[in-house]
């Protein structure tokens, strides 16, 4: 298998490899994203096939067994080869997997009257946005909507937190939150530190969570507009306890409820 073999960072196509792992607006404006490792390569081949693969990336070097077995899966695909420096810029972790792939980001098919959404407001962490976004895969989520201030779905970083879940679970971005809970047909419910508790409520019929920025929390009107504000319960012992999870975990629990529910009640 050959190479185009790249060695300046002046380079046209580097340059533009480099704008897409950086910039979100460059992602959006021409709807790419880099995927970094053999499992988020096989992940978006296994839901799109191999038509949206528009380049493979490797570093100069020993790539490991899996990278090396794909390169050779995709020998038909576009390849470039670069220094291991340059390879590590276009990478959101510190130990490369040995594998890049430039894709097109995918369009999924947004439910008409979706019965099961988690909505998520100005969310910042993409690690930590990508994980929820996997939690939402794995509770059988239909549609996770994401508001203006959240950081960008489709990042190195947050693909990596999700594993594959953007490709199987639609996502809207830069939605008005207040609007999507004005026409949702179901209950809302809003996560705060007061409000009734989480295990109080019926969640077996049509259902959304709102989930709000990692300190700051929901906004007023998001909160307003949700059918119920809603809590998780704590332990308080004689030390005293933890203040609030965090919102990854506050969104694992929520989501997960519901499935009991589901599970035993209907």
Not at 66 to 78: C, D, F, K, S
Not at 237 to 266: D, H, P, W
């Amino acid at each position: 298998m050959s190479f185009k073999h790249i060695v300046s960072r002046d380079n046209p196509v580097f340059k533009q490899l480099k704008k897409l792992a950086d910039n979100a607006r460059e992602r959006r404006s021409e709807g790419k994203t880099l995927l970094d490792g053999v499992h988020l390569i096989e992940a978006y081949i296994a839901a799109f096939g191999e038509s949206g693969l528009e380049l493979v990336i490797i570093p100069e070097g020993r790539s490991s067994v899996e990278a090396t077995g794909m390169i050779q899966a995709l020998e038909h695909v576009a390849s470039i080869m670069l220094p291991t420096l340059m390879f590590a810029e276009l990478t959101p972790v510190v130990s490369a997997t040995g594998i890049l792939a430039l894709v097109k980001i995918p369009q999924l098919t947004v439910p008409g009257q979706a019965t099961f959404a988690l909505m998520l407001e100005d969310i910042q962490d993409p690690g930590n946005l990508g994980s929820m976004v996997r939690t939402a895969a794995a509770a059988g989520v239909e549609v996770v909507y994401l508001s203006a201030g959240c950081t960008d779905a489709w990042s190195p970083k947050a693909l990596r937190g999700g594993q594959g879940a953007q490709f199987v679970l639609p996502i809207v971005e830069r939605a008005n939150l207040v609007t999507q809970l004005q026409n949702f047909k179901g209950k809302s419910f809003a996560t705060s530190m007061q409000g009734e508790s989480l295990y109080a409520q019926d969640l077996t019929q049509a259902t959304a969570f709102v989930i709000g920025n990692e300190g700051a929390g929901l906004r007023n009107q998001t909160v307003a507009a949700a059918t119920k504000c809603i809590t998780i319960p704590m332990v308080e012992s004689k030390r005293g306890s933890v203040e609030s999870l965090n919102a990854g975990a506050a969104t694992a629990v929520c989501l997960f409820e519901r499935m009991r529910q589901i599970l035993i009640y209907s």
